[in-house]
């Protein structure tokens, strides 16, 4: 009887969350922000993806990084909670639902009263347009296009929507099951020396839950080394080159000492008019059992 084989371990929905949110993170607090990664709202383990908070002294400090990166986010607030889905989630009526009543919770734990709610963004970071969310207020003033991926949704407490499919942000495009832009969002971090110090310790973490996945991310051990070592990227660079070069040699040689084996195989064969092996189940066979074939053949070979 054959044994069951066991379906591969699906990576957990909570983990992706908190990597998304530790990924992102140094964004905000290169603004100079405080942020909450899974902010736990209530006695019953409701969590918040992202609280972005903004320091009372002083403005944020776009101009120290790629005004990009903050697509959407231009007008951060003091308080600012942040919803994210990934590729394999959609923000529907009832995440709506339910990011409402994170915002409710929110205030209530931090004191805000009804006629200061304002000071509260809220923001959905999501990889699919809400098509099915935004088709319900259709032909209504209650949607506005920002841009082509931002959008404002004004029914009750308004929420900005971010739409990242496609986008080669270097953090937030990280997180698709597009090789493609899974790609460029890599390229574009690691143009930016900072930011990759900051996430490189995830991104092995990232790899691992494509993997689990079936997506073949671009993220190898050796880009790793290269972001984490880069006093030792070089010399590995150097040693792989130098044994890519030797390995060459090396195989050159074995192939010319397979040539010399078989030809040597062949010749005995016709001294000594064995009808054993072919050219072809010759070519097919190792160095170590080219050899055990001459060797037997010796063998037979009469002695003086």
Not at 212 to 233: K, S
Request: net charge negative; aromatic share 12%; charged share 35%.
């Amino acid at each position: 009887m054959s044994e069951k084989k066991e379906s591969p371990e699906k990576p957990d929905r909570t983990d992706w969350h908190r990597l998304w949110g530790l990924m992102t993170s140094p964004l905000f607090e290169r603004l100079g922000c405080e942020t909450v990664v899974e902010m736990d709202l209530s006695s019953k383990v409701q969590l918040l993806d992202m609280a972005v908070i903004t320091k009372e002294e002083g403005k944020l400090r776009y101009e120290e990084t790629d005004p990009n990166y903050y697509e959407g986010f231009e007008n951060l607030n003091r308080h600012n909670l942040i919803s994210f889905k990934s590729f394999n989630e959609v923000f529907n009526m009832t995440a709506a639902e339910e990011f409402y009543g994170h915002f409710t919770n929110y205030r209530k734990i931090r004191n805000i009263p009804e006629k200061h709610k304002d000071t509260v963004n809220l923001y959905a970071v999501t990889y699919h347009f809400p098509r099915d969310l935004f088709s319900r207020f259709k032909g209504t003033d209650l949607i506005e296009k920002v841009s082509d991926r931002v959008y404002d949704f004004r029914v009750f407490s308004p929420i900005r929507f971010i739409i990242t499919r496609g986008s080669d942000h270097p953090i937030l495009g990280l997180f698709s099951n597009d090789r493609e832009q899974i790609r460029a969002s890599r390229e574009r971090l690691e143009e930016d020396r900072w930011l990759i110090k900051e996430v490189s310790s995830y991104l092995g973490k990232l790899y691992r839950y494509y993997s689990l996945e079936g997506i073949d991310m671009p993220y190898t051990q050796e880009m790793f080394i290269r972001d984490n070592y880069p006093e030792w990227y070089l010399k590995i660079r150097a040693a792989k080159t130098r044994g890519e070069v030797e390995g060459e040699a090396r195989g050159e040689a074995r192939g010319e000492a397979r040539g010399r084996l078989i030809g040597e195989i062949l010749m005995a064969r016709r001294l000594l008019k064995l009808s054993l092996y072919s050219r072809e189940e010759l070519e097919s066979k190792d160095i170590g059992e080219l050899k055990t074939v001459l060797s037997e053949i010796e063998a037979k070979l009469p002695t003086q």
